[in-house]
């Protein structure tokens, strides 16, 4: 427990005396966020325009030092921080070609998903051979296992790889909103890893936790610097390895549920759109519905956040009855 606490506290206190200078080198050099055409997004982001990006490079950093000093850097650990360093990248490379365009939209869907696909399959490699996790589905409340095979298993793998980091990212769209909710998530798996006697990952997660407390400390509204695609794939893909390490990918539905009432929204908006020419919301991802209904930003994020403390807190419930059975 002690050195959970150091490694968030490290990684914390790492990214708030990183961070002013990390962020005056942004504008030096003229990182902005480019946000979508006025029309498709609510008025008051207009402002956001060319605040600093690619924070996530500060999530990274202050997640690195204090995992590689206070961790045995195990296997299991080294592969959850592999999958965030990759999808890091793969955010990272966004973000770059969208700065370089100076437009909005950055790498091709197609490019990430064939990234996310590699992520995947080392992912399953190195956990079905080198760390034996098992190729079944968890089902909880039921206490039940599916085997399904390696094929589903990858399966399995990619759909939860590509899914979390690009949920985060569609979260990612008023003040803090991502990371607060990402260090809500976080917390809960350092918990299930605690008390699964997984030390390096939950120490892993912990720092994940320290770092986007941090962040808050320069990413709560309003906004100094925005995580940008960088961040908001590698905590992603640091939440998706560490669910599938611990046999808990359908679970993670409810410990993230709000990142995944975020996704839902888009989806069911895009499919009665070109079903029917009708809109369920005013605009997605649905914290932009409740922008368009009134609400202020303040108000939605606190409000977020509350729901997604009560999702991982049932979803940790969840985790530890079957845990001790």
Request: net charge neutral.
């Amino acid at each position: 427990m002690p050195r959970l606490l150091i490694a968030a506290i490290g990684a914390a206190t790492l990214l708030i005396f990183l961070g002013p200078k990390f962020i005056d080198w942004l504008r030096a050099n003229e990182v902005g966020q480019f946000v979508r055409p006025a029309g498709l997004i609510p008025g008051s982001h207009l402002e956001k325009q060319g605040t600093p990006t690619m924070g996530g490079l500060l999530i990274v950093l202050a997640t690195l030092v204090p995992f590689v000093i206070l961790s045995s850097r195990s296997t299991e650990a080294m592969l959850v921080l592999f999958a965030a360093l990759a999808c890091g990248a793969i955010g990272f490379l966004d973000d770059w070609l969208k700065i370089v365009k100076k437009r909005s939209l950055g790498l091709a869907g197609k490019w990430r998903m064939l990234g996310l696909f590699g992520v995947s399959l080392a992912i399953v490699w190195v956990a079905v051979d080198t760390l034996g996790v098992s190729t079944t589905l968890q089902l909880p409340v039921w206490d039940r296992e599916i085997e399904i095979g390696l094929v589903g298993f990858i399966a399995l793998v990619f759909l939860v790889v590509a899914g979390w980091p690009n949920a985060v990212n569609l979260t990612d769209g008023l003040d803090g909103l991502a990371a607060g909710i990402a260090a809500i998530v976080l917390l809960a798996y350092t918990a299930i890893a605690f008390v699964s006697e997984r030390t390096d990952l939950a120490i892993f997660a912990a720092t994940l936790v320290g770092a986007c407390l941090g962040f808050l400390w320069f990413n709560s509204f309003p906004a100094q610097v925005f995580m940008g695609d960088t961040g908001s794939y590698a905590l992603g893909g640091a939440i998706a390895a560490t669910a599938v390490l611990t046999k808990t990918e359908i679970l993670l539905i409810v410990i993230g549920g709000v990142f995944v009432l975020e996704a839902l929204s888009v989806i069911i908006q895009v499919l009665v759109f070109k079903r029917y020419r009708r809109r369920v919301f005013l605009m997605t991802p649905v914290h932009h519905h409740f922008e368009m209904a009134g609400w202020s930003e303040t108000k939605i994020i606190v409000r977020f956040w509350l729901i997604a403390a009560i999702f991982a807190a049932v979803g940790f419930t969840l985790f530890f009855r079957d845990f001790q059975q």
